[in-house]
């Protein structure tokens, strides 16, 4: 049998043809393979991806898509994307669309979506453009992420790092406050200790000076009540704690407020509920109470509205995104003040609480008011929290530990004495300043006692070492270059420690009324005292 060419040819022909044909079906189940594979990604993807046509219309999305939005594919496909969007994002995506179809590339776009339940998330959209092989627009290919959450922790951040901003402000403000008070309270005790003096026995009852000097002694002990409130504004400053119910004082500052108030503002009080006891100063959560009341009042005064006033126990827990970051978790009674007056400015929301800060006239308010209230509530353990709306209204919360048990604890306070006691005892007065020194010694001997000065601590360390039991009363000023008072007691102590010691002090953060009954020290006197509270203190140590 003879074979042709043509057959040879044909022969080798076919078995190209069969090979080719191999190959295209090897290369056909491989890209098979690769688009599953792919296929299986894009729906498998964390990520949201999806494909818009030249009208803007979804003509792709893959399962992550779905699941972040909560739609089923065929409620979506071939609706237009800007259908899917929130409020005014809607008006901004056509507006937008062609620009993007003309520049090609959008990364990190922000904006808000609307999910199939109605509510809303943040996304976050990153897309290109994809092109025909004429280089026409063919479709969009978008990768779209949730940062619902992100945009929560951030603002959630934000939020706590304000609140430390603020925190470690008022700190400083407070540390400047209570150097200020120290110095001030000594001038004061000079001023109100020698117009006693001048007023007691060196001035006709009939001089035209002694109207005057009235008005100078008053004078300074308003200025002593300022002080007080600067002093508020520390976290260190003195406090008459005691277990405490706070109802029967909200209730009782809300009776001053609605008598002062105008009669277009009406004022309604919600209790809800019966444990409202804390671990307080009755006079300060009263100031609290009663400052906020006056600051609604005056965003009301023109206008009119409603003032309420709310009790509540709420339990902050490990993780509740709703504690103050400076409290701790556990139960606390909240006391909300809520106006509808004119709102604060969002611009001066953080500089409120700072003192002498005010949008008042000057002859309406000192800017203490606010402060005053947060140097209280920090005092308390406590945390303010302020939310406020242009022309809808202010709230304040006020959160103060609650007392889940406790027993009466109730202060028994002494009456006024009928008259001033003296005594003939021997006392050590101990004071750096020699005015305010002289001042207190003038007032002592006014009160019938003998007494030594001494302006130096070491020196008045060494004549008691000397003689222990001359001495029956040692009155000594707790910030001294030398020896602090209470270094100063610890030493008499030692020595003698049945020694009547009464600390005085214009502010100090080192001690308070009761770390200075724990050192044996008998009481304590804030500056400027006056010559009653002097000449009570002293009966009743010696006593």
Not at 425 to 440: F, I, Q, S
Not at 511 to 527: H, P, T, Y
Request: include cysteine; hydrophobic fraction near 35%; glycine fraction near 8%.
């Amino acid at each position: 049998m003879t074979i042709s060419i043509n057959d040879t040819q044909q022969q080798s022909d076919l078995t190209q043809l069969k090979k080719r044909v191999a190959e295209l079906e090897s290369r056909e189940k491989s890209l098979l393979r690769e688009n599953k594979y792919l296929r299986e990604l894009y729906n498998r993807s964390p990520l949201g991806y999806q494909s818009l046509d030249a009208f803007g219309c979804l003509i792709e999305i893959n399962q992550a898509w779905l699941e972040i939005l909560g739609y089923e594919k065929q409620e979506v496909l071939g609706k237009n994307f800007g259908d899917l969007l929130a409020g005014k994002w809607r008006d901004q995506f056509k507006e937008n669309f062609p620009k993007l179809k003309a520049v090609g590339e959008i990364l990190g776009f922000e904006f808000e979506m609307r999910k199939k339940d109605g509510s809303h998330l943040a996304v976050r959209l990153d897309g290109r453009v994809g092109k025909n092989d004429q280089g026409g627009f063919q479709q969009t290919y978008c990768i779209i992420q949730d940062i619902t959450y992100q945009r929560k922790a951030e603002k959630e951040r934000e939020k706590l790092q304000a609140q430390l901003v603020h925190a470690q402000k008022m700190e400083s403000i407070g540390r400047l406050a209570s150097g200020i008070a120290h110095d001030f309270n000594n001038i004061l005790s000079s001023v109100v200790g020698y117009a006693e003096i001048i007023l007691d026995d060196e001035l006709p009852d009939d001089s035209p000076a002694r109207e005057s000097l009235q008005e100078i002694l008053a004078a300074g002990l308003r200025a002593k009540e300022l002080v007080k409130q600067i002093l508020a504004v520390n976290r260190h400053s003195q406090l008459k704690k005691r277990p405490m119910s706070l109802g029967p004082v909200v209730e009782e500052a809300i009776n001053l407020l609605q008598a002062s108030l105008p009669s277009n503002i009406k004022i309604r009080k919600h209790f809800f509920t019966e444990n409202t006891r804390i671990y307080g100063d009755p006079t300060q959560i009263h100031q609290v109470v009663t400052n906020l009341g006056v600051n609604a009042g005056h965003a009301m005064r023109d206008t009119g509205g409603t003032l309420d006033v709310v009790i509540t126990s709420v339990e902050f827990g490990p993780e509740d995104q709703e504690r103050p970051f400076e409290l701790k978790h556990g139960p606390y009674v909240e006391i909300t003040v809520t106006d509808t007056g004119l709102g604060i400015n969002p611009l001066i929301l953080d500089k409120i609480f700072d003192p002498f800060f005010s949008t008042k006239p000057k002859e309406e308010g000192s800017g203490l008011g606010l402060s005053m209230v947060h140097g209280i509530v920090k005092n308390h353990n406590g945390a303010i929290i302020v939310d406020s709306e242009i022309n809808k209204g202010t709230t304040f919360k006020v959160c103060f530990p609650q007392l889940t048990d406790f027993g009466d604890g109730e202060e028994v306070i002494a009456g006024p004495a009928s008259q001033m006691p003296g005594g003939d005892e021997r006392v050590l007065v101990v004071d750096d300043e020699p005015v305010v020194g002289a001042v207190t010694k003038k007032r002592l001997e006014k009160l019938g006692y003998t007494v030594t000065l001494i302006t130096n601590s070491r020196d008045a360390l060494d004549i008691l070492v000397q003689d222990p039991y001359y001495f029956q009363l040692v009155i000594a000023d707790q910030t001294m270059p030398e020896l602090r008072a209470d270094q100063l007691a610890r030493r008499i102590l030692s020595i003698r420690p049945d020694t009547p010691i009464i600390l005085c002090t214009g502010y100090s953060h080192l001690i308070n009324r009761e770390q200075a009954k724990e050192l044996g020290i008998s009481d304590f006197l804030s500056k400027p005292f006056t010559q009653m509270d002097l000449a009570r203190t002293i009966r009743k140590v010696l006593a």
